[in-house]
């Protein structure tokens, strides 16, 4: 079984650029995530999709975070303008029941570094 | 905050002995799980443990939850140093909108 897939995995910007992040999850997972982990921390979940669906983007900076799940499968995550406070690892995840009863699967993760 | 916190924040053993990393979260959960993460990677599930269940095992990993102190524990016996990474604990509380939030990670050295 094919894992969790995520490019690129390493992204160099100027601040005030933009950049996006592409996630493709393990074929049939319903539910998707995107985390961001910070330098020496535990990751920080940013979106959750159920499907084609938000199930929870309340710690998304909206006002520069965007993310969309295309038919239920791929996602994107895009940052505009992006901050030297962006500089991360972003990491998607799915899962196939969803957090009480199952666990995630992590792709590798994008490194950003915002100069 | 719901966050798990992981305790020690760093932890060196050597090859052979045991790791021990706890885990205290806030509010009541519906399970609890750990994820290992080597440098540069992302993150592997190990264990998961529901909020009824006191102890798991899996191989060389033993889990324990104390839903009265709002505390888990996860041993390694028998280290090796392919098990150096960093663990973190990852909780997914009751009353939520079933998502897991994750600690901040013991990072585990096991040197040769």
């Known amino acids: 079984e094919a894992g969790v897939a995520q490019s690129p995995r390493y992204k160099i910007i100027e601040k005030r650029q933009s950049v996006a992040f592409w996630c493709n999850p393990i074929?049939?997972?319903?539910?998707l995530y995107w985390y961001q982990q910070i330098l020496g921390q535990g990751p920080k979940l940013l979106i959750q999709?159920?499907?084609?669906?938000?199930?929870?983007d309340s710690q998304l900076p909206k006002d520069r975070f965007s993310a969309e799940r295309l038919k239920g499968v791929d996602s994107t995550l895009k940052i505009q303008p992006a901050k030297l406070e962006d500089s991360a690892v972003y990491l998607c995840a799915s899962s196939s029941r969803g957090t009480n009863t199952g666990e995630l699967f992590f792709g590798e993760g994008s490194r950003l570094t915002v100069l | 905050s719901q966050q798990g916190e992981e305790d020690p924040q760093a932890l060196s053993i050597q090859e052979g002995e045991n790791a021990t990393m706890n885990c205290s979260y806030k509010t009541s959960i519906n399970n609890l799980q750990w994820y290992r993460q080597n440098s540069g990677r992302g993150l592997v599930h190990l264990i998961l443990i529901r909020s009824n269940e006191r102890e798991k095992h899996s191989g060389r990993l033993r889990v324990t939850l104390d839903t009265s102190k709002k505390s888990s524990s996860l041993l390694i016996t028998a280290s090796r140093a392919a098990d150096t990474a960093s663990y973190f604990c990852a909780t997914d509380w009751r009353g939520g909108s079933e998502k897991l939030v994750f600690g901040k990670g013991t990072k585990l050295t096991v040197n040769p």
């Open positions: 999709f159920q499907n084609n669906g938000v199930v929870d």
């Open positions: 074929s049939g997972h319903a539910t």
